[in-house]
């Protein structure tokens, strides 16, 4: 079988590793695009069979050396994503301005795919910069390549995360921990490998659906997750409600650390439930529903917070 060439940008995070080692494991070839080349090849180059994995090193407004990379592509893949913004990494250029370059270079070079990853619950939080961005992408994508397939997953987790391990650093070294909005926010958390499983398959059965919305096999509260990974990580600690003026008043300092723990925009995404929307296929409807579940996944690696874990707190083997 003659190998695929995928085009993939955002291939070092968590959802770009998974799916580099599901495409080179299918035969599929890959070109990585990453910013920085010296920090990101080893976790890349480490995903799959060498001869499948091929990575560049270009900033991604850089569009002449962009277009070249289009020249031997046929399945172009956006997972290039912020939750906040920094100097130059802007929510417009990120996740509008970009995803439209890429569409329009995906029809000018006749790709045969474009696979673009936005974020669920983007047309519900419209108070928030995050989501209009996503949301704006998205129309570009659609008017300047109609053969684009959106998916919008909620919450995506694994042992590659930034979600449930920072979460458990945090209530390892937090002896109380804030509740927004009462933890009553809703997420369908899906298992990277799951999101990974609607991605190939999208890729290989060619499944042009405009937007499908992707969601794990549970519903929980942000409380019911924090209660779960302490649970998984053998701590008590006081989850405790606060008032929204204090946890806008929170954010506003939290968002001037060089990684912010939580953003005024955040904020506003974690006013809504992130969850299906019912106007949109789901990978359920697509054939691929999820399969792994919350608990039983995170307890695969949660160890690592434990006591004596190596993120521990307090590490008995020092
Ligand atoms: N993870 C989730 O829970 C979740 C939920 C909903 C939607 N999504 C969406 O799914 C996509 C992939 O998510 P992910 O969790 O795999 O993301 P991630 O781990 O944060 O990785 C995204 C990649 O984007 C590139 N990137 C980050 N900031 C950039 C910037 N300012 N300029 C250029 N490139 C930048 C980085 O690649 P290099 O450093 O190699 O350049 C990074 O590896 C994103 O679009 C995200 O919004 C994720």
Known sequence: MKEKNCLIFGGSGQIGRHLIRKLTKNNYKVTVVTRNIHQKSHIIRTQGNAGYINIVEVSIFEEAKIRKLFENAEICINLVGILYEKKGSSFYNIHTLFPSILAKLCKQYNLKHFIHLSALGINEATDSQYAKSKLNGEKEILKNFPLSTILRPSVVYSVDDNFTTNFMTLLNRLPIFPLYYSGKTKFMPIHSSDLVEVIFNVISKKIYSQIIECVGTETITLREILEKLLNLIDKKRLLIPVP???????????QLFPKPLLTEDQLKL???????????????????????FFEREVDKYCHMWREGGQFSKKNKLK
């Open 244 to 254: 929204l003026l204090m946890g806008k008043l929170s954010a506003k300092i939290f």
């Open 270 to 292: 974690l006013k809504h439930d992130n969850v299906l929307s019912g106007n949109y296929k789901t990978n359920s409807d697509i054939g691929y529903p999820a399969k792994c």
